[in-house]
C-alpha cells in the first residue's frame, strides 16, 4: 500500500516561510511525479506545484516566484519551500505521485497517490 507522509505544518505571520516535506513509501520521487496541492474549507483543491522526475518544475501563477518544489532522491523526499506568505495562502497542504506516464504537471489531470494534508496558516 502506498502512503504519503507530509510534515512540516505552521503558523507564520505573513512574509514569512515555511517548507514543507513528503515521504513516499513504497514508491520512489526517483521515478515518480510529484506535487503539491492545496484547499481551503468550501473551495475546490488547487494544484500549486509539481515536479517531473528529471527535476522540472510547474507552478501555479499564484505561487510563482514565491515557492519552490524540489527533490532530494537519497532522502525520498519532496519538498515545497514556500516564502513571502500570504494570508490567502492558509490552506491545507497534500502531497501528491503518480508514474510520469499518468500524471506529472499542475493543473492538467489529477495524481493517484495522496497524502492526508497537513496544515498552513498566515496571519496577516
Known amino acids: 500500500q502506498v502512503r504519503l507522509v507530509e510534515s512540516g505544518e505552521g503558523t507564520v505571520q505573513a512574509g514569512g516561510s515555511l517548507r514543507l516535506s513528503c515521504t513516499p513509501s513504497?514508491?520512489?520521487?526517483?521515478?515518480?511525479?510529484g506535487g503539491w496541492f492545496r484547499q481551503v474549507p468550501g473551495k475546490e483543491r488547487e494544484g500549486v506545484a509539481s515536479?517531473?522526475?528529471?527535476?522540472?518544475?510547474d507552478y501555479a501563477d499564484s505561487v510563482k516566484g514565491r515557492f519552490a518544489i524540489s527533490k532530494d532522491n537519497a532522502a525520498n523526499t519532496l519538498y515545497l519551500q514556500m516564502n513571502n506568505l500570504k494570508p490567502e495562502d492558509t490552506a491545507m497542504y497534500y502531497c501528491?505521485?503518480?508514474?510520469?506516464?499518468?500524471?506529472?504537471?499542475?493543473?492538467?489531470?489529477?495524481?493517484?497517490?495522496w497524502g492526508r494534508g497537513t496544515q498552513v496558516t498566515v496571519s496577516s
Open positions: 501528491a505521485a503518480d508514474s510520469p506516464w499518468s500524471w506529472c504537471t499542475v493543473g492538467a489531470g489529477t495524481p493517484y497517490y
Open positions: 513504497p514508491l520512489t520521487y526517483r521515478s515518480s511525479c
Open positions: 515536479l517531473d522526475t528529471e527535476g522540472s518544475a
